[in-house]
């Protein structure tokens, strides 16, 4: 009799849905995933990898698992796993679409708004015991009602804030390789805008919704940076090389941002120190996604991905190379 296949779950889901697993599978967990010692025990016998973002897939790792058929991703993002090696040696990539969508999107708007009106700084400044009374000029943000707001990457996540920017009298501009259409573009109330470099001279915020590939790698860089509307606000929940953050460090230190909101890191869990001492700046760990029933629904599409996949039936969410 052939030995069940063995599913190796990367640190702790939420919600129960490993244990439906149990009974059909070999389940081996480690809590710090790739790294931890309960892979590397099993690794040569792995079929199936449910993976963390923190997990990185790469030609080196996929060498070691002789027997790997597929890697379940707990997030939609797949940056941190080599798609095209995956694609050589047959093993199949699923992510978590949809189930995150509006969490992520009502992250994002969070930190637009905190940033803006300044609301994380004077919870810091309220705490110091920093207020001294109500005076007119005191902690002055940027409007956000009727604000412009670019959308650089007008998928699901982008389509979402673009549908809270509604909601707030925003007059929404979007930019990506694919034109929407029409009828969506009116459903949405959002404007194409050809050119990156015009949708940043036109808008007073930006919100990046677009997944890290080697084209948007620094797509933010300190040249592009220096080209956004003086006293705009920029907002980053998709990836953090997307942006230079040592330039964005400069860029909020003089000008011309007036201030930003990030989830994502360059080299997550570190943060830029020049980041850290500015007031300017609105810092969330990386929790965009991270609603209860959000972060257990998207365990949930990762497992249902493994048991279709090895019961012989299509995944949910197969990630397809090249989009
Ligand atoms: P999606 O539906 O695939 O949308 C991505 C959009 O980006 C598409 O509209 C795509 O349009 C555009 N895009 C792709 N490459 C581009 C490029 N080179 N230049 C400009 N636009 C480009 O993905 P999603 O579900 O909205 O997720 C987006 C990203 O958010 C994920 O990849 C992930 O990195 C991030 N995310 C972060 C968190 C968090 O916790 N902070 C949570 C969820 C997702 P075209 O193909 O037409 O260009
Ligand atoms: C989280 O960052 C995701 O891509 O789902």
């Known amino acids: 009799m052939n030995p069940q296949p063995l599913v190796f779950v990367s640190g702790t ?9 149990f009974g059909c599978f070999n ?9 931890s010692a309960e892979f590397a025990a099993c690794r040569e016998r792995v079929e199936a990898l449910v993976a963390l973002v923190t997990d990185r897939i790469d030609e080196a790792l996929l060498a070691t698992l002789p027997r790997l058929r597929i890697v379940a991703n707990v997030a939609v993002g797949v940056d941190n796993i080599d798609l095209a090696a995956c694609a050589r040696r047959g093993i199949v990539v699923t992510n978590t679409p949809d189930v995150l969508t509006e969490a992520t999107a009502d992250l994002a708007f969070g930190l637009l708004l ?3 009106r300044r609301i994380a700084e004077g919870d810091r400044l ?23 707001l670019g959308i650089l990457g007008l998928g699901r996540i982008g389509q979402a804030v673009a549908r809270r920017a509604r909601g707030f009298g925003m ?9 929407l259409s029409e009828e969506m573009e009116r459903a949405l109330g959002a404007a194409f805008v050809p050119a990156l470099d015009e949708m940043l001279a036109r808008a007073d915020a930006v919100s990046i919704h677009c997944p890290l590939t080697q084209e948007t790698r620094h797509l ?34 003089k000008g011309p941002l007036a201030a930003a909101g990030l989830d994502v890191y360059e080299e997550e869990p570190r943060v830029h ?16 996604s991270a609603d209860r029933a959000s972060r257990e629904a998207m365990a949930g599409m990762a497992i249902a991905n493994v048991m ?8 949910v969410s197969q990630v397809t190379m090249g989009r």
Do not use: C
């Open 13 to 21: 889901l939420p919600g129960n849905s490993v244990e439906q697993l």
């Open 27 to 35: 389940v081996v967990r480690g809590e710090s995933g790739i790294r």
């Open 114 to 116: 905190s940033a803006a």
């Open 126 to 148: 309220m705490r110091a015991g920093g207020f001294s009374g109500w005076t007119p000029t005191f902690m002055l943000g940027t409007r956000v009602h009727g604000m412009t």
């Open 171 to 179: 007059h929404v501009l979007y930019t990506q390789r694919t034109r």
């Open 220 to 253: 933010f860089s300190r040249e592009r940076l220096a080209r956004m509307k003086p006293g705009s606000v920029l907002v980053n929940t998709a990836r953090g090389p997307i942006v230079d953050e040592a330039a964005l460090a400069d860029a909020l230190a």
């Open 273 to 288: 120190p020049a980041l850290l001492t500015r007031e300017n700046v609105v810092l969330a760990p990386h929790i965009g």
């Open 308 to 315: 279709r996949f090895l019961s012989g039936e299509p995944p």
